[in-house]
């Protein structure tokens, strides 16, 4: 019977525990943007153990969400840094939500801060989109372009914001090797060290 009891109680406590448990709460952010993304610097306590789940969402224009991304981050921390992107360049975001949840409670929707992506309006050249076109061929890419501007960089970066690879562009169609998975990567052109265009393409 007693044993019974301590069955009955342990079982009540491990569903008390769970039924009243908080969502994870946001104490604090800081956040720094460049042209193609944005780090989001938070501070927060888990109520919980376990993992967290921290759902980042990005609003353009009339409120269309862009990005939408999950991110699992350790109960055991407090502070975690999410990035976003690649965005788009020059552009601006009406809102960056998110929302913070454990295996028990989700958190309300914290609407953030907007924001702009960097842009330089001093730009070195006035450069069409028809200037570059990509074609693709398994783990490469081939940029053409009707126009070689000079000190001309390619830079391709994943979705979490790290470059994959440099290249410098002297010819009019020049390939570009990329030893990575399969995903959604971004292609930035520059000239004398200013975005002059950027385009998106995936590896299969």
């Known amino acids: 019977m007693?044993?019974?009891?301590?069955?009955?109680?342990?079982s009540l406590t491990v569903f008390c525990n769970k039924s009243f448990a908080q969502a994870p709460q946001l104490n604090s952010y800081t956040d720094t943007v460049s042209d193609y993304f944005i780090n989001l610097y938070i501070n927060y306590t888990s109520n919980d153990t376990g993992t967290i789940r921290a759902q980042m969402q990005l609003a353009q224009g009339s409120g269309n969400i862009t990005f939408d991304s999950i991110y699992i981050l350790p109960a055991s921390g407090t502070t975690a840094v999410l990035?976003?992107?690649?965005?788009?360049?020059?552009?601006?975001y009406s809102s960056c939500f998110l929302n913070?949840?454990?295996?028990?409670?989700?958190?309300?929707?914290?609407?953030?801060?907007?924001?702009?992506?960097?842009?330089?309006?001093?730009?070195?050249?006035?450069?069409?989109?028809?200037?570059?076109?990509?074609?693709m061929d398994g783990n490469s890419i081939q940029i053409h372009a009707t126009e070689i501007l000079a000190a001309s960089v390619a830079e391709v970066f994943d979705l979490a914001g790290r470059k994959i690879t440099t290249?410098?562009?002297?010819?009019?169609?020049?390939?570009?090797?990329?030893?990575?998975?399969?995903?959604?990567?971004?292609?930035?052109?520059?000239?004398?060290?200013?975005?002059?265009?950027?385009?998106?393409?995936?590896?299969?």
């Open 100 to 135: 913070l949840s454990n295996s028990h409670a989700f958190g309300t929707i914290a609407d953030l801060f907007s924001f702009s992506t960097l842009c330089d309006p001093n730009s070195v050249a006035e450069v069409k989109e028809s200037t570059y076109y990509l074609t």
């Open 83 to 92: 990035s976003a992107g690649p965005l788009y360049y020059c552009a601006s």
């Open 2 to 10: 007693n044993r019974y009891l301590l069955c009955l109680f342990l």
């Open 167 to 204: 290249v410098n562009l002297t010819q009019s169609a020049q390939q570009v090797n990329i030893n990575a998975s399969s995903g959604l990567y971004l292609l930035r052109i520059t000239a004398k060290g200013e975005s002059v265009y950027t385009n998106k393409f995936v590896i299969n």
